[in-house]
């Protein structure tokens, strides 16, 4: 078993590779890699997108990389498993509302919006702690309950069209969307890897899903 998380210079990925390589020897998941080498994402098992930034910037990243085609074919034509993460799963929705309008993967029906809490002394960007609200089932959440906190660095958030796709939210002057999933696809607005037990758990969940 391969897991490939796409290097396409969004920024530092060296916890979230300690982190999946971890969690694949704790469980038996086989091999994680760091790659911009598309051959690799094709035949990769599981399939996880970073992303740190802003959204114009990384959905340019992404489809300039040489990775973008043979991730889409990989998720969309064979159901690869694909993780999402921060900007990663921004880049999921259908849009992206960022200083313009950018179009995203359309894989989860909403848009990404600034977060706008209707507490002013909450500050944004959204940068902590956060208690996750559960939504839907769904095995990624093997183990998790809400109340589990996951750690959060962002300043915009997937507003969603289709409520079945939400599948955690969070309490931020309002709901903020947590973690989203359609067919083999997941985003996770927050950062599993600097998420203690609970973040290491759902990607555990993750690398032994076989959708």
Not at 35 to 46: K, R
Not at 175 to 190: E, M, N, P, S
Request: proline share 6%; net charge negative.
């Amino acid at each position: 078993m391969l897991t490939a998380i796409i290097d396409y210079d969004s920024g530092n990925l060296h916890s979230a590779e300690k982190a999946f390589q971890k969690m694949a020897e704790e469980t038996g998941a086989g091999s994680v890699v760091v790659t911009s080498d598309p051959e690799t994402v094709a035949v990769a098992d599981h399939i996880v997108l970073p992303g740190d930034g802003a959204f114009p910037a990384c959905a340019a990243a992404l489809r300039a990389s040489g990775c973008f085609e043979a991730m889409v074919e990989a998720v969309e034509t064979r159901g690869r498993p694909f993780l999402g993460i921060c900007v990663g799963m921004q880049l999921m929705a259908r849009e992206g509302h960022e200083y313009e309008t950018v179009p995203g993967l359309n894989w989860i029906d909403g848009a990404v919006q600034a977060i706008t809490p209707n507490d002013p002394a909450l500050k944004v960007p959204h940068m902590g702690w956060n208690d996750l609200v559960l939504d839907n089932p769904h095995p990624l959440l093997d183990g998790i309950e809400t109340g589990e906190h996951a750690y959060f660095v962002h300043s915009y958030q997937m507003q969603m069209d289709d409520p079945s796709q939400r599948i955690a939210h969070v309490d931020y002057g309002g709901d903020v969307t947590a973690i989203v999933a359609r067919d083999t696809r997941i985003g996770l607005q927050f950062h599993p890897e600097k998420s203690a037990d609970a973040g290491l758990r759902m990607i555990a969940n993750f690398l032994a899903w076989r959708p």
